[in-house]
């Protein structure tokens, strides 16, 4: 049983490891679909490969971008220099890269990404025939068939259990090249499925739309039309399985972690390389003591897992289709109905004693506000900041963002606060409310 976590850079990993990753995913912008991201230099990549290992964790090398023959000569460049470095695994979805990365890596395990789009036990053997040691299955697949395809095939099983979800088919996106010409089977989706958008009837007489490039089937009578493009209007079809809108709710399977288990999942994945520090530290704890409970037999959700979780930015939380198609009645989120973060990230604990505390600020921090831990047993206390002080001791104001700063609190600094653990300030609207 492994917690998958994912590592947008060196300092979201490393917070990763600390609250529980049994592993990482990462990887360069230009082979991982994040080429519009800052994340892992090469170098970085080597680093965070020994690191883990340091640790005793895995680091999987996400290669999953549908290349085409441009990227080839580039991406045997990189998995060459890769080689010597022995990642635990790399993600690939294309047969070609899959080829590459059997010959140049020979002693990291191939794994088959969600972009593959593997839903059933017959892709799964044909990609163990291969030589893949494991599968990252598509997000349209439900427990019931995870159970299919574990009691067919002897094949790892990764599952994604947290995040976003793409509203194209496992990942398959052409909504952002049609919209903005960046193409997220390259890396550089726009989320144009996360744009805002109106449903607009098609009027008659004077007020008539002007009809766009009809298809040879019937004449739809509802149309998308997104906000920034007020004169495009894009034809919203129906067939015998639904009518196909976008923007879904966040994956949350926090509470059925358990189901996944007995099924077959070996590998818990969490989506979110491009969210913040205070998530990846957030989301992994709670994980963590999820998939501890499971291991030990215990099937109670701790109410805590699931206020924890509410703290997040989201789009309200689904348990996508692992109980069949759009068991939810609100699959789709409503923008009047985001979930809006209720903490900021406060920073990063460098040095402990029971007087203060040595802080990687992320915002200004000021005496008189409040703060909670991240730490195990006090996640929801309250302490009070007393005084700031710079690294060498002077009183100061407030922290700077990247400055080392000293606090002290209106009590002792309790001994489970440890270095590398986060610190976060209720946002004002959360404590309004």
Known sequence: MELLAPAGNMEKMRVALHYGADAVYLGLADFSLRSMSRGFSEDEVFEAIKLA???????????????????????????????????????????????????????????????????????????????AARIVLAREVSIEEIRQIRDAVDIEIEAFVHGSICMAYSGRCYISSFMTNRSANDGECANSCRWNYTLVEKKTGEGEMAAPVQRDEEEPTYFLREEKRPDEYMPVFENDRGTYLMSAKDLCMIEHIPELLEAGVTSFKIEGRGKGVNYAAGVVKVYREALDAAARGDRTVDPRWIEELGMFSSRGYTTGMFFGPHPDKDYHHDEARID????????????????QILLAPRTVLRPGEQIQFLSKGIETDLFTITAVFDEDGNTVAATKN??????????????????????RRPCVTAAAN
């Open 402 to 423: 990247e400055a080392m700063a000293r606090l002290q609190f209106d009590r002792p600094v309790p001994d489970v606060v440890r270095p590398m653990d986060i610190i």
């Open 340 to 355: 809006r973060k209720t903490h900021d990230f406060g920073g990063i604990v460098r040095e402990r004693s029971a007087e």
């Open 53 to 131: 290992r340091s640790l005793g964790r895995k680091a999987f090398i996400t290669l999953n971008i549908l290349p085409h023959n441009r990227d080839l000569e580039g991406l045997r460049e990189h998995l060459q220099r890769l080689a010597p470095h022995r990642p635990d695994g790399v993600i690939v979805s294309d047969p070609g890269v899959f080829e590459m990365a059997a010959e140049l890596l020979p002693d990291s395990d191939l794994h088959i990404s969600t972009q593959a789009n593997i839903t059933n036990a017959a892709s799964a053997k044909f990609w163990k025939r291969m030589g």
